[in-house]
């Protein structure tokens, strides 16, 4: 397990927290399609990504969800993390997207390892400022980019994430999380099929 952990999180070199990770932490599998986090849930734990990806989206005031950003190994969710320290609910939703392994970390080794060890402590600090730096993308993409920019971009980073060029998902799954219709999507994917750029299946993308 020790050896998993090292390769999935390379910057936590201090072989003490290693130890404690293994020892404490709690190791879990979740298959397709499971609810790691509610919204509203008492948070108790942090995941730590071993491997495979988790989608994390928060339901707005018009009661519809939105997308934020995907982890996957290496990742821990900051909006979690933000809960073990101030002690309130979630207030998003963590969906394995793919078989998925993760370390479950309890709230009190969450914060007394930032106290205790340099490694967790900045890995903690990375993980916030990189989900913050995902979120302003993502604003940017909305504010700035039309449609058929967003949707690119969309599919190269599921390409690069799951390191396939063949994207298993849905027209309608896309356009959930792209905040769009399905109809606007399936035009805009057969646009960029004629341009040469994605092969369309049945529930899958080839890039191109």
Request: glycine share 4%.
């Amino acid at each position: 397990m020790k050896t998993k952990i090292r390769k999935a999180l390379p910057g936590i070199t201090e072989i003490a927290l290693l130890d404690e990770i293994a020892k404490e932490g709690i190791y879990r599998v979740f298959s397709e399609g499971d609810n790691i986090i509610n919204v509203g849930d008492y948070i108790t734990f942090a995941p730590l990504v071993l491997s495979g990806n988790i989608r994390v989206s928060r339901i707005n005031e018009d009661g519809k969800e939105v997308f934020l950003y995907y982890l996957k190994q290496g990742d821990t969710c900051a909006d979690t993390l933000q809960c073990c320290y101030t002690n309130k609910k979630s207030q998003i939703n963590a969906i394995a997207e793919e078989e998925t392994e993760v370390i479950l970390v309890s709230i009190l080794n969450v914060n007394s390892w930032s106290s205790k060890y340099k490694s967790w402590k900045e890995f903690v600090m990375l993980s916030f400022k990189e989900k913050f730096n995902q979120l302003l993308e993502a604003l940017d993409s909305i504010a700035f980019q039309k449609v058929d920019e967003r949707l690119l971009s969309y599919l190269k980073k599921k390409e690069e994430m799951s390191n396939d060029s063949q994207i298993q998902i849905t027209h309608h799954e896309i356009a959930r999380d792209l905040n769009t219709s399905r109809e606007v999507i399936s035009r805009l994917l057969k646009a960029l099929e004629s341009k040469g750029l994605v092969q369309l299946g049945r529930n899958s993308i080839k890039m191109l």
